[in-house]
């Protein structure tokens, strides 16, 4: 059973940059797409990146495309979320996911994942 660990979060200023990392257990990362979800308070939880087998494509958000970029490492089963140009309204609890799927529509989509980890925080000051 797929499990994730989120980490990297912290406290910035506008402008700045962070880097989130998602370490997999229970299972081999390289069997499953992968995506960073988020979700900010009195929110729902929304899509912000998901990545394909063996890096062959990805997708962002409208919202954090050019400042946020996706990668992996199937090596060390771990997923990473380079964010840059960091704005107030990046603030939010983000987490990592894993699913079987990757939809022709290029969407991530939530209800596709599973081995939801606990989250990490990030928050943006202004």
């Known amino acids: 059973q797929v499990q994730v660990v989120e980490s990297g979060g912290g406290l910035v200023e506008a402008g700045g940059s962070l880097k989130l990392s998602c370490t997999v257990s229970?299972?081999?990362?390289?069997?499953?797409?992968m995506g960073w979800f988020r979700q900010a308070p009195a929110k729902g939880r929304e899509p912000v990146s998901c990545?394909?087998?063996?890096?062959?494509?990805?997708i962002y958000a409208d919202s954090v495309k050019g400042r946020f970029t996706i990668a992996r490492d199937d090596r060390k089963n771990t997923l990473y979320l380079q964010m840059n140009s960091l704005e107030p309204e990046d603030t939010a609890m983000y987490y990592c996911?894993?699913?079987?799927?990757?939809?022709?529509?290029?969407?991530?989509?939530?209800?596709?994942?599973?081995?939801w980890g606990r989250g990490t925080q990030v928050t943006v000051s202004s």
């Open positions: 990545i394909t087998w063996q890096s062959r494509s990805t």
């Open positions: 229970g299972s081999t990362m390289g069997d499953f797409v």
């Open positions: 996911a894993a699913s079987r799927l990757w939809r022709s529509s290029r969407r991530c989509v939530e209800d596709d994942y599973i081995g």
